[in-house]
């Protein structure tokens, strides 16, 4: 892929490999403005699907005009596969920061957690003022340019309410909400859920639900059943410490909006917390 040309961008280098799609910086020739360019390789065996979720992140993800959310451009088939054309973000991703700067107890300072946060339910709100549900928050789709989070990825957002084909649970068990884990149709509140576990793996530098070498079972088992571990939260301000267990009511209806979560972290982090 790397020096071919694809219409008018030229493929410089291969940044990313996600789960499903190849990321790679391109520049458009003439201007030379920077893109991404996300490929998923027409070789896969689940092409055929992973085309479909592709268009319809495209379709989705245009609709979206947030500094928070990726912005997609285009998107079309090639004889590699089929691609979407994405604004280039420079940035890393959140899981990788996550790894290198905190380990279980010593988390992210609570007030640059917070901020980060805050940002993020921002734009979580602006797709669900869309009725558009994300789905699949968690640190490997949030790129932190600067300080500033961006979330890509919209490959299995849906619209509020749709219920996945065939039944099957897709996206990532450590950050799937309950009811999803329960099969219920998709609504926003699982992206609040998520958001809180976000939070709460920023700040705790482990995630709430699930041990390390946990299978699928395992952590989806925890996710619907244990208690929120509340010794990791004992050191934690308290306004935040009763955030986060809002968020993390297993009653997706006893959850805050994400605009009112926004909201308020937004005013926490004004205030120096
Ligand atoms: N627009 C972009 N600019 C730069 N890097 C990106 C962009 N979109 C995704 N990435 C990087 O590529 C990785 C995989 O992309 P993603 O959209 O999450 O694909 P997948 O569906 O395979 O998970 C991300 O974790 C991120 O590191
Ligand atoms: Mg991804």
């Known amino acids: ?11 410089e280098e291969q940044v990313a490999q996600g789960g499903t799609a190849t990321v790679y910086r391109a520049l458009q020739e003439g201007g030379g403005a920077e893109l991404a360019f996300k490929l998923v390789e027409r070789a896969r ?10 268009r319809h992140e495209a379709s ?5 005009n947030h500094p928070g959310i990726v912005r997609t ?8 596969g089929c ?26 300072p609570v007030a640059e957690a917070l901020a980060i946060a805050a940002d993020l339910a921002e734009a979580v709100a602006h797709l669900h003022g869309l009725e558009i549900v994300h789905a699949d928050l968690k640190p490997p789709n949030v790129m932190l340019c600067g300080t500033r989070p961006v979330i890509c990825d919209l490959g299995l957002a849906v619209l509020e309410g749709e219920v996945r084909p065939h039944g099957a649970l897709m996206g990532s068990p450590s950050y799937m ?11 926003r509140p699982a992206d609040v859920w998520a958001l809180g576990v976000i939070l709460f ?22 996710v619907r059943e244990a208690p929120l571990p509340k010794a990791w939260l004992k050191d934690w301000p308290a306004e935040v410490r009763a955030s986060i267990e809002r968020l993390l009511e297993r009653n997706p209806l ?11 972290w937004r005013a926490w982090v004004r205030a120096g917390g």
């Open 1 to 11: 892929m790397i020096g071919q040309r694809i219409g008018i961008y030229r493929i």
């Open 45 to 54: 065996p689940d092409y055929a699907e992973q085309r479909a979720r592709l």
């Open 83 to 108: 691609y979407a054309v994405q604004e280039f973000l420079h940035g890393r991703p959140l899981h990788r920061i996550l790894r290198e700067r905190t380990s279980p107890g010593q988390g992210l």
């Open 254 to 264: 006893a959850r805050p909006r994400a605009a009112a979560v926004a909201a308020e």
């Open 177 to 187: 909400a309950p009811e999803i884990a329960a099969h219920a149709p998709i609504r």
């Open 201 to 222: 793996e920023m700040l705790a530098g482990a995630r709430p639900f699930g041990l390390r070498g946990d299978g699928p079972h395992e952590i989806l088992k925890a």
């Open 73 to 80: 451009y285009s998107s079309g088939e090639i004889e590699e």
């Open 60 to 64: 989705l993800s245009l609709r979206a």
